[in-house]
């Protein structure tokens, strides 16, 4: 029986199905470079961004990105799951994974589902228990955030550590280059007689 | 018969003997052995290491199917090893499979390469349990316990000849009877006990022999351990043959309703020995029963109930007819109310009855959706016709009185006639709550649909601001809010409420227009916490909201209190450096450099920036780790209040 409310809902749900939950990105990216960034895999139809409101600043950004089938998404999700797919930037790959309904904030409502209510006077036995319950969400909010901030933590860690040894690198090879290139290496090569190889 | 062989280094005894074969009957098969002090045995499952990453902590996972030595020593003593797959090492194959579980591994089966490999028994690096969790008849279904404990699980095969992940498993692997691989029908402790036992009973003495793993069905089969010059043992066709009685009793037991169950767990247990695992038992009768529960529930309820999906046994928490039983309307809304109530009056008698066979406490799944239903038991015997109005309450003005006498059922335990008298009076009772202005003072027994929801239809349009759009608009009405103090962020809502549903929420519950976004989830988001932003006319409103909500307790049908503080948002603007994207100077990167960072690409194994992303990866997957851990936790200790919070909601 498809009340209109559920045919909505269905049409939702086949719409999450299409749809890529893209994590990890650069705040800096946009909108076209992204659809230009997932036209590799198949037709975007949208892109629309997931807002930080409540989290910490330097959280990376999260997108969903709406396909035109299926399939495209499936392949979206297990190309970026095997091979690092690089966004906007090097190296910090992207992570896709399959979008749920409640990634969505205009999503239809759940058809058949009414919420009731009641409040709870401070003479009722349970008020204890619903404090105890409020106060543990606040606490599984700090927790939450906590994690949070030591992972954003960890990542700095991570990208300087990383842009150093690139720097390194850099420099190593272009000192490697430089040498060829002044024919430094060859007059070496020629005094101890061994073979090298010439510039370019 | 034994043989003590030294070997260098770690110590090594062999066990039963198997036969010989080979081409000058040189060969002599094992079925066990010992060694570093473990006891392997023939279908166990090691762990060998990686020849080729010797520090690895990933080592490959085996089942052995022989054992043998040459009778020239100086050939190493072998083992075939027939091979579970990691799924990390069939990655590419795994495209499309479904439910990979973090433990699962993967058999080797078909033809070719990486079947099975014969190895020097000295390179099995240590015991590691494979549980088989197929659905398989032919495969004794494990028991909670067993799963949990066990270091792997399996119920697919991966096929080596053609590459695929296959879901069913063939008769013969490797040339290696299914029956071996499947789990044996009770564990090793109970295995031994129970061969103590049956060698007693059969006067011959204790053999170490694996228990042959028990197919319900082949009662009387003759288990043939494939190999040339098999002798097949007396003992153990007669051991199966004892087995197999006490195993069938085991599994009608799990059968069986739970009182007489627990009886005869205890009972068998005692014939068992005491290796057997009770908890094993009561652990497989409870999934039984949570099966059969279900099932009369629903026709006994005829569909206006549902028994409550997980109903925990323990014999010792015996705080029986819980209260806390939770009943999910499955049709509610499709429901006519007259059919209803006499439907649920009926069970109700029924509950009762039911109820005070089953020891032990009967815990309640959380549900989302959750009628007021409870008590069944104290007010079953009772006024049934008490119970109409309680049933399909969902007006606030209701639940005042209501809940007052539910407060007091609440209480009430064990036994079915403690009902309170004074319950029904207050279920007339006026409302003490202030009537939210709503018309309706007391909803009639006979509407069915009662939800708070009617009320949204009278909801004021607010100048332009009626709908939501994610677009500007609301970012820039939230900042001036929280620039206002206006903005209030409710937490512990159920996570698949949309932002009208908040707003009605408040709505009814507060009496308060708003404006209501839901936070959408995401990966760091908590998954069962779901929170909105709600912007209220003026500080004044947002600051009795959040006192009222923090003083009282608004319960929500999904169990659970709000919780509502004031807002903070991030401040806008995007941080100019994201970290992870190395920027390197200008003159230091080459033009096909900068494209390829301008475009987006994946990157291949063959360079630093893979090694860097590969860096990343390994990041990211640390912290889906550390969340997910972090979540589970935090859903138990959730579900653990909720489950004493013992909701009652209209």
Same mark, same amino acid.
């Given at each position: 029986?498809?009340?209109?409310?559920?045919?909505?809902?269905?049409?939702?749900?086949?719409?999450?199905?299409?749809?890529?939950?893209?994590?990890? =990105?650069?705040? =800096?990216?946009?909108?076209?470079?992204?659809?230009?960034?997932?036209?590799?895999?198949?037709?975007?139809?949208?892109?629309?961004?997931?807002?930080?409101?409540?989290?910490?600043?330097?959280?990376?950004?999260?997108?969903?990105?709406?396909?035109?089938?299926?399939?495209?998404?499936?392949?979206?999700?297990?190309?970026?799951?095997?091979? *690092?797919?690089?966004?906007?930037?090097?190296?910090?790959?992207?992570?896709?994974?399959?979008?749920?309904?409640?990634?969505?904030?205009?999503? *239809?409502?759940?058809?058949?589902?009414?919420?009731?209510?009641?409040?709870?006077? *401070?003479?009722?036995?349970?008020?204890?228990?619903?404090?105890?319950?409020?106060?543990?969400?606040?606490?599984?909010?700090?927790?939450?955030?906590?994690? =949070?901030?030591?992972?954003?933590?960890?990542?700095?860690?991570?990208?300087?550590?990383?842009?150093?040894?690139?720097?390194?690198?850099?420099?190593?090879?272009?000192?490697?280059?430089?040498?060829?290139?002044?024919?430094?290496?060859?007059? =070496?090569?020629?005094?101890?007689?061994?073979?090298?190889? *010439?510039?370019? | 018969?034994?043989?003590?062989?030294?070997?260098?280094?770690?110590?090594?005894?062999?066990?039963?003997?198997?036969?010989?074969?080979?081409?000058?009957?040189?060969?002599?098969?094992?079925?066990?052995?010992? #060694?570093?002090?473990?006891?392997?045995?023939? #279908?166990?499952?090691?762990?060998?290491?990686?020849?080729?990453?010797?520090?690895?902590?990933?080592?490959?996972?085996?089942?052995?199917?022989?054992?043998?030595?040459?009778?020239?020593?100086?050939?190493?003593?072998?083992?075939?090893?027939?091979?579970?797959?990691?799924?990390?090492?069939?990655?590419?194959?795994?495209?499309?499979?479904?439910?990979?579980?973090?433990?699962?591994?993967?058999?080797?089966?078909?033809?070719?390469?990486?079947?099975?490999?014969?190895?020097?028994?000295?390179?099995?690096?240590?015991?590691? @349990?494979?549980?088989?969790?197929?659905?398989?008849?032919?495969?004794?279904?494990?028991?909670?316990?067993?799963?949990?404990?066990?270091?792997?699980?399996?119920?697919?095969?991966?096929?080596?000849?053609?590459?695929?992940?296959?879901?069913?498993?063939?008769? %013969?692997?490797?040339?290696?009877?299914?029956?071996?691989?499947?789990?044996?029908?009770?564990?090793?402790?109970?295995?031994?006990?129970?061969?103590?036992?049956?060698?007693?009973?059969?006067?011959?003495?204790? @053999?170490?022999?694996?228990?042959?793993?028990?197919?319900?069905?082949?009662?009387?089969?003759?288990?043939?351990?494939?190999?040339?010059?098999?002798? +097949? +043992?007396?003992?153990?066709?007669?051991?199966?043959?004892?087995?197999?009685?006490?195993?069938?009793?085991?599994?009608?037991?799990?059968?069986?309703?739970?009182?007489?169950?627990? /009886?005869?767990?205890? %009972?068998?247990?005692?014939?068992?020995?005491?290796?057997?695992?009770?908890?094993?038992?009561?652990?497989?009768?409870?999934?039984?029963?949570?099966?059969?529960?279900?099932?009369?529930?629903?026709?006994?309820?005829?569909?206006?109930?549902?028994?409550?999906?997980?109903?925990?046994?323990?014999?010792?928490?015996?705080?029986?007819?819980?209260?806390? &039983?939770?009943?999910?309307?499955?049709?509610?809304?499709?429901?006519?109310?007259?059919?209803?109530?006499?439907?649920?009056?009926?069970?109700?008698?029924?509950?009762?009855?039911?109820?005070?066979?089953?020891?032990?406490?009967?815990?309640?799944?959380?549900?989302?959706?959750?009628?007021?239903?409870?008590?069944?038991?104290?007010?079953?015997?009772?006024?049934?016709?008490?119970?109409?109005?309680?049933?399909?309450?969902?007006?606030?003005?209701?639940?005042?009185?209501?809940?007052?006498?539910?407060?007091?059922?609440?209480?009430?335990?064990?036994?079915?006639?403690?009902?309170?008298?004074?319950?029904?009076?207050?279920?007339?009772?006026? @409302?003490?709550?202030?009537?939210?202005?709503?018309?309706?003072?007391?909803?009639?027994?006979?509407?069915?649909?009662?939800? #708070?929801? &009617?009320?949204?239809?009278?909801?004021?349009?607010?100048?332009? %601001?009626?709908?939501?759009?994610?677009?500007?608009?609301?970012?820039?009405?939230?900042?001036?809010?929280?620039?206002?103090?206006?903005?209030?962020?409710?937490?512990?809502?159920?996570?698949?409420?949309?932002?009208?549903?908040?707003?009605?929420?408040? #709505?009814?519950?507060?009496?308060?227009?708003?404006?209501?976004?839901?936070?959408?989830?995401?990966?760091?988001?908590?998954?069962?916490?779901?929170?909105?932003?709600?912007?209220?006319?003026?500080?004044?409103?947002? /600051?009795?909201?959040?006192?009222?909500?923090?003083?009282?307790?608004?319960?929500?049908?999904?169990?659970?209190?709000?919780?509502?503080?004031?807002?903070?948002?991030?401040?806008?603007?995007?941080?100019?450096?994201?970290?992870?994207?190395?920027?390197?100077?200008?003159?230091?990167?080459?033009?096909?450099?900068?494209?390829? &960072?301008?475009?987006?690409?994946?990157?291949?194994?063959?360079?630093?920036?893979?090694?860097?992303?590969?860096?990343?990866?390994?990041?990211?997957?640390?912290?889906?780790?550390? @969340?997910?851990?972090?979540?589970?936790?935090?859903?138990?200790?959730?579900?653990?209040?909720?489950?004493?919070?013992?909701?009652?909601?209209?």
């Amino acid at each position: 029986m498809a009340t209109p409310e559920e045919a909505a809902y269905d049409k939702f749900l086949e719409r999450v199905r299409r749809t890529v939950y893209i994590d990890e =990105l650069t705040p =800096l990216a946009t909108t076209p470079v992204i659809e230009s960034a997932f036209n590799q895999f198949g037709t975007v139809k949208k892109v629309s961004f997931i807002p930080n409101f409540l989290g910490p600043k330097e959280l990376p950004m999260s997108v969903l990105v709406e396909m035109e089938t299926e399939d495209m998404a499936q392949a979206v999700i297990s190309t970026v799951s095997q091979l *690092p797919f690089m966004v906007a930037g090097m190296p910090r790959p992207v992570r896709a994974s399959a979008a749920e309904p409640n990634m969505f904030v205009d999503r *239809p409502k759940k058809p058949g589902r009414t919420i009731r209510f009641r409040w709870i006077e *401070p003479n009722d036995p349970d008020f204890d228990k619903a404090r105890r319950m409020k106060r543990l969400a606040r606490k599984h909010t700090a927790e939450n955030s906590f994690m =949070l901030k030591k992972q954003l933590e960890e990542a700095e860690k991570l990208s300087k550590q990383q842009s150093e040894t690139a720097v390194t690198h850099h420099k190593k090879f272009e000192m490697m280059d430089k040498l060829l290139y002044d024919g430094v290496a060859q007059k =070496l090569a020629d005094r101890y007689s061994m073979k090298c190889f *010439p510039y370019r | 018969m034994e043989e003590s062989v030294a070997s260098e280094g770690l110590e090594f005894k062999w066990g039963k003997k198997k036969g010989v074969g080979g081409k000058k009957k040189d060969v002599q098969f094992y079925e066990s052995f010992t #060694y570093d002090g473990d006891e392997y045995r023939l #279908y166990d499952c090691v762990l060998v290491g990686n020849a080729s990453e010797p520090d690895s902590t990933e080592p490959f996972i085996g089942m052995i199917i022989k054992i043998w030595e040459h009778a020239n020593k100086h050939i190493p003593k072998k083992v075939k090893l027939l091979w579970f797959f990691k799924p990390s090492e069939i990655a590419p194959y795994l495209e499309g499979v479904p439910n990979v579980l973090a433990n699962e591994v993967f058999l080797a089966s078909g033809e070719g390469l990486g079947l099975a490999n014969t190895n020097q028994l000295e390179a099995i690096g240590g015991k590691c @349990s494979v549980l088989c969790i197929s659905k398989d008849k032919r495969n004794p279904q494990p028991s909670d316990e067993k799963f949990n404990s066990a270091d792997f699980v399996f119920c697919r095969a991966f096929d080596v000849g053609s590459c695929k992940v296959v879901d069913t498993i063939d008769d %013969k692997i490797a040339g290696v009877d299914v029956k071996f691989i499947f789990n044996r029908a009770c564990s090793e402790k109970e295995a031994t006990a129970v061969q103590n036992i049956e060698a007693d009973v059969n006067g011959k003495s204790d @053999s170490l022999k694996p228990n042959g793993p028990l197919a319900r069905g082949a009662s009387g089969s003759v288990r043939k351990i494939e190999d040339s010059a098999f002798e +097949s +043992s007396d003992c153990k066709e007669n051991s199966n043959g004892c087995k197999e009685e006490k195993e069938k009793g085991h599994y009608q037991l799990a059968i069986k309703k739970s009182t007489l169950a627990e /009886e005869r767990s205890n %009972k068998d247990s005692g014939s068992r020995g005491n290796h057997y695992n009770g908890k094993d038992q009561e652990s497989e009768v409870k999934k039984q029963l949570t099966k059969q529960k279900s099932m009369p529930g629903e026709e006994r309820y005829s569909n206006s109930f549902e028994a409550s999906g997980s109903r925990t046994i323990h014999s010792i928490s015996k705080k029986a007819q819980e209260n806390d &039983v939770k009943k999910q309307l499955t049709k509610q809304k499709s429901m006519p109310t007259g059919e209803r109530y006499s439907q649920e009056s009926s069970g109700l008698d029924d509950r009762p009855l039911k109820k005070q066979k089953l020891d032990g406490s009967v815990t309640v799944r959380d549900g989302w959706d959750t009628t007021i239903l409870q008590n069944i038991t104290s007010d079953g015997k009772k006024d049934t016709g008490s119970f109409k109005r309680p049933r399909d309450k969902v007006t606030i003005e209701e639940v005042p009185p209501e809940k007052r006498s539910f407060v007091k059922n609440r209480d009430l335990v064990v036994s079915v006639s403690e009902g309170k008298t004074t319950k029904t009076v207050t279920e007339k009772g006026i @409302s003490k709550k202030p009537s939210f202005g709503r018309a309706e003072d007391k909803m009639s027994a006979d509407d069915n649909e009662r939800n #708070y929801q &009617v009320t949204e239809v009278c909801r004021r349009p607010d100048a332009g %601001k009626s709908k939501w759009f994610r677009s500007l608009p609301w970012e820039e009405s939230m900042r001036e809010a929280e620039k206002k103090g206006t903005l209030v962020l409710l937490q512990n809502l159920d996570p698949t409420y949309t932002s009208d549903e908040v707003e009605d929420i408040v #709505y009814s519950a507060l009496n308060q227009q708003c404006e209501a976004r839901m936070i959408e989830r995401t990966s760091v988001t908590i998954p069962h916490i779901g929170e909105a932003l709600v912007i209220f006319k003026t500080r004044e409103v947002a /600051e009795r909201v959040i006192r009222r909500l923090d003083e009282g307790c608004l319960l929500l049908s999904s169990g659970r209190p709000l919780v509502a503080s004031f807002a903070k948002i991030t401040p806008p603007g995007k941080p100019s450096l994201f970290s992870g994207h190395i920027k390197l100077h200008k003159t230091q990167t080459r033009r096909e450099m900068r494209d390829a &960072v301008a475009t987006s690409h994946s990157s291949q194994p063959n360079n630093l920036e893979f090694d860097m992303a590969m860096e990343w990866c390994l990041h990211q997957a640390r912290h889906e780790q550390a @969340s997910e851990s972090v979540s589970k936790r935090q859903l138990e200790e959730m579900k653990s209040l909720r489950i004493n919070f013992k909701l009652k909601l209209p």
